[in-house]
């Protein structure tokens, strides 16, 4: 075959090809909608919301000190492998340091799998660097590659690397945080490989963008998450400016599948959509988890969850005298609690029948005559073994510890153990950490010592509890962690999301998960709650009336884990019970 006319079959297959697969932009499904709102990131500590801290600050002189050039030795062979323009080829990508350890960089055609072929130049040159060690101004890096994330859809690529020294001249950029309803408030650029530059770009809407055009079928699906600027042909990030700071905004699509590029604009693939996995792939960075709609609220019927719950007897202290020379211990600086005040206070026991008995292991809430809410661990020894349900011995109406012959204090068995459906002790997370213990029938009898808090049947807005004083007792250990031997109440502020997460980010980026726990406590001055205290309940007071034989109090929380440091964490509490009145694997949020 003549060699002209077997280079003109090729041409017209790949042209063939690629008309098949690209069709008009207004025969998309998602042509002419809007794009979905997408929650601004909640990333680091700070009220700015940075995601890594002086991120992002550049005087707009010289090179931009987040720059990370990637050298490929040899990238010859991908051009016998795709077909990609002249213009496209280069022996360098470029990239974005967004942490001490994070790169983020486009990952295009020209870019070689094996990280030995790579070297990596970010910073300024050092004037006793050899050539061959500087390119384009940039020193050579020797920051070791640990780990690559590749997302093939936005063609970004993460890699974590060896942490490297901030200085004027190398610092990262910010990842975007806010959301993407507010993109034309900034002002926009392109970053072009060619030059390592910023050009300013205009954001197109949807209609102008797509209008007239044909688009990929791959870019035809994906319509409802993508932006639209002015075609630069070099550009791959696209780059947000607000006062003096700079932010990665979004990344440049993949291409046709034939390689030839969309003409006179360029398709962006919003960091949103991708933000919790690029987070969790990078160093440095934390991530608040989004906040899910709520659940709607609960009716109980009458508004009770059980008749006369939450009330308690405010004319008496106690049911005896209370001695002056009983020194006021802490629940981390709590203080006594007269029993009669918190008449839903359980205390658990474990008799194992090997060895002595396990007292007051955990706390929980007395909910109805039979129903106890506790916390799911609590039912399981060090070795990850569940308690048999024989073992569990129920303390209700105890003040004092020892004092068994007290006036109203009461012993039960428990019948059966529920435990969330969705726990797993093995993994370590306390999600879902939460229990119910059934006791047998007529084991209790109703007393102003003894009697069911309410369960939550308020407006479900975690927003209007932030703020207020929840209630807890417990017989945990005190500030000087020895066993409390009188019943301690606390009043814990109840944190924001948003607190608790910046009072310790990399605690609780692991661990929060809004609508399912909360935090409470004093971070400063160390009221909080301490072991043997979990499972014990959390509780509001709402007044219905007037007066405050009104006032009632309501389950809102489980207690479930405190972060180890002891003076500058926040009390996380579970934010789900399972309820008694319905289906055992339902959970009502409280």
């Known amino acids: ?41 909640v990333y680091s500590p700070g009220t700015e919301n940075l995601s890594s801290e002086k991120c992002g600050l550049w005087d707009g002189d010289g090179d931009m000190p987040w720059t990370v050039i ?12 795709y077909w990609i323009p002249d213009d496209l080829i280069s022996r360098e990508s470029y990239g974005l340091l967004i942490t001490e350890s994070a790169i983020l960089f486009f990952r295009n055609k020209t870019i070689a799998r094996n990280i030995e072929n790579y070297r990596l130049y970010a910073g300024p040159c050092d004037s006793a660097s050899n050539e061959g060690n500087c390119k384009l101004g940039r020193g050579l890096l020797n920051q070791k590659v640990q780990s690559i994330h590749d997302d093939r859809y936005s063609k970004l690529v993460v890699w974590k690397i060896e942490k490297v020294t901030l200085t004027q001249h190398l610092k990262p950029i910010c990842l975007w945080n806010r959301n993407n309803l507010q993109d034309s408030s900034f002002d926009s650029y392109v970053f072009t490989q060619t030059d390592r530059k910023l050009k300013n770009t205009t954001l197109w809407n949807h209609q102008e963008c797509f209008r007239d055009r044909n688009i990929s079928l791959f870019n035809c699906q994906k319509m409802h998450l993508l932006m639209c600027t002015n075609f630069e042909l070099s550009g791959v990030f696209l780059i947000m400016k607000d006062s003096n700071r700079y932010y990665v905004r979004a990344t440049r699509t993949r291409m046709d599948a034939d390689g030839v590029l969309e003409k006179e604009i360029i ?62 211990v802490n629940l981390h600086h709590g203080k006594n609690a007269p029993i009669e005040e918190n008449p839903w206070h359980v205390s658990l026991t474990i008799n194992l029948p090997t060895t002595e ?43 004092q510890i020892g004092e068994t012959t007290e006036n109203g204090c009461q012993f039960v068995q428990a019948a059966s153990v529920a435990i969330h459906p969705d726990y797993d002790n093995d993994r370590k997370d306390w999600q879902h950490d939460l229990a119910l213990i059934i006791l047998k029938e007529n084991s209790i009898h109703l007393s102003d010592r003894v009697k069911p808090a309410c369960l939550w049947n308020s407006d479900y807005d975690f927003d209007k509890i932030a703020g207020q004083d929840g209630k807890v007792s417990g017989f945990g250990l005190t ?18 999301h948003n607190e608790c997460f910046f009072s310790n980010k990399n605690f609780f980026s692991k661990y929060l998960r809004p609508t399912q726990n909360f935090c409470a406590g004093f971070p400063h001055n160390g009221t909080n709650v301490c072991a043997g205290d979990s499972g014990g309940g959390l509780l509001i007071a709402n007044a ?47």
Not at 272 to 298: H, M, R, W, Y
Request: glycine share 6%; aromatic share 10%; net charge positive.
């Open 70 to 81: 990637i050298s490929i030795e040899n990238p010859r062979w991908h051009k016998a492998v």
């Open 267 to 328: 398709l962006w693939a919003d960091i949103l959509n991708g933000i919790k996995t690029f987070v969790a792939k990078s160093a440095d960075v934390t991530l608040l988890p989004p906040i899910p709609k709520l659940a709607a609220k609960i009716e109980f019927g009458a508004g009770e969850s059980f008749e006369g719950c939450g009330k308690v007897v405010w004319e008496r202290r106690r049911g005896r005298q209370r001695r002056n020379d009983v020194p006021i």
């Open 479 to 496: 500030a000087n962690y020895s066993q409390a031997t009188i019943l301690q109440k606390a009043f814990l502020r109840i944190a924001s």
């Open 357 to 399: 008995p396990l007292f007051d292991i955990c706390g929980g809430t007395l909910v109805s005559k039979r129903v106890i809410v506790t916390a799911a661990h609590c039912m399981f020894n060090h070795t990850g073994s569940q308690y048999e349900t024989e073992w569990l011995e129920i303390t209700l109406g105890m003040y």
């Open 544 to 590: 219905n009336g007037n007066s405050i034989s009104d006032k009632r109090f309501y389950l809102r929380g489980v207690v479930s884990f405190v972060a180890e440091r002891k003076k500058e964490s926040s009390l996380v509490f579970r934010g789900r019970i399972f309820t008694p009145l319905k289906d055992r694997n339902e959970t009502i949020i409280v």
């Open 1 to 41: 075959m003549n060699k002209e006319w077997f280079i003109l079959l090729l041409t017209i297959i790949a042209t063939g090809t690629a008309s098949q697969d690209n069709i008009p932009a207004t025969n998309c499904q998602n042509y002419g909608k809007r794009r979905p709102a997408l929650d601004a990131p």
